[in-house]
Nanobody
């Protein structure tokens, strides 16, 4: 599985961005997909995840109600729509994938496939 993330940028507090992650590989229907982020000097943290086939989702408490994860079968692309952005959302965002479509873990060690990061900067 290969993943390619894009869509990061500079935005003001309260603004919105949509991140994209193009996915390629076999048996995507058996995969869970997700987004993690890593701020400077901090550990990588879970943001959101989705099962490719069923579309079940899971969110970190810090982004519930503001971020929406989704996927498009036709385009083989996963998205992260981010609204009401805050300075604390500033981080490099990574898309990730794992085999197994019934469990969406929050520990990054459970995700073996990673894309390159895309930087999101929220100015105050």
């Amino acid at each position: 599985v290969q993943l390619q993330a894009s869509g990061g940028g500079l935005v003001q507090t309260g603004g919105s961005l949509r991140l994209s992650c193009v996915v390629s590989g076999r048996n995507l229907n058996s995969h869970g997909m997700g987004w993690f982020r890593q701020a400077p000097g901090k550990e990588r943290e879970f943001v959101a995840a989705i099962t490719w086939r069923g579309g079940s989702t899971r969110y970190a408490d810090s982004v519930k109600g503001r971020f929406t994860i989704s996927r498009d079968y036709v385009k083989d692309t996963m998205y992260l729509r981010m609204n009401s952005l805050k300075p604390e959302d500033t981080a490099v965002y990574y898309c990730t994938s794992r085999q197994g479509s019934t469990w969406l873990p929050v520990d990054s060690d459970n995700y073996p496939y990673w894309g390159q990061g895309t930087l999101v900067t929220v100015s105050s």
